[in-house]
């Protein structure tokens, strides 16, 4: 059992920067690999990015790529999500979770944290 709690949203003028945390209980957190997915009102949870269990293949959205990065420290169980020149049509529920596979498919994640809200302003 894998228990997930984000953590670092907030409000921010478009063009700004937020890190979100995503922090993880239990012992084997390497094992997992970690996403990033987002829902915003009215619309489906999408995918924006994903970092395999040793941190060496990352996988991103169109729609955020060379914005965010996405990165773990498995010492700290933490996996973090740097979001950079921000848009409005980035304001969402950030919701991490950890699966057996590097995916972009939400249904390939098994554990998953409450959401966290960012919103960007314009």
């Known amino acids: 059992q894998v228990q997930l709690v984000e953590s670092g949203g907030g409000l921010v003028q478009a063009g700004g920067s937020l890190r979100l945390s995503c922090a993880a209980s239990g012992r084997t957190f390497s094992m997992y690999s970690m996403g990033w997915f987002r829902q915003a009102p009215g619309k489906e949870r999408e995918f924006v990015a994903a970092?395999?269990?040793?941190?060496?293949?990352?996988r991103y959205a169109d729609s955020v790529k060379g914005r965010f990065t996405i990165s773990r420290d498995n010492v700290k169980n933490t996996i973090y999500l740097q979001m950079n020149a921000l848009k409005p049509e980035d304001t969402a529920v950030y919701y991490c979770?950890?699966?057996?596979?590097?995916?972009?498919?939400?249904?390939?994640?098994?554990?998953w944290g409450q959401g966290t809200q960012v919103t960007v302003s314009s």
């Open positions: 970092i395999s269990g040793g941190g060496s293949s990352t």
């Open positions: 979770a950890a699966g057996p596979r590097l995916s972009m498919m939400s249904l390939a994640y098994n554990y």
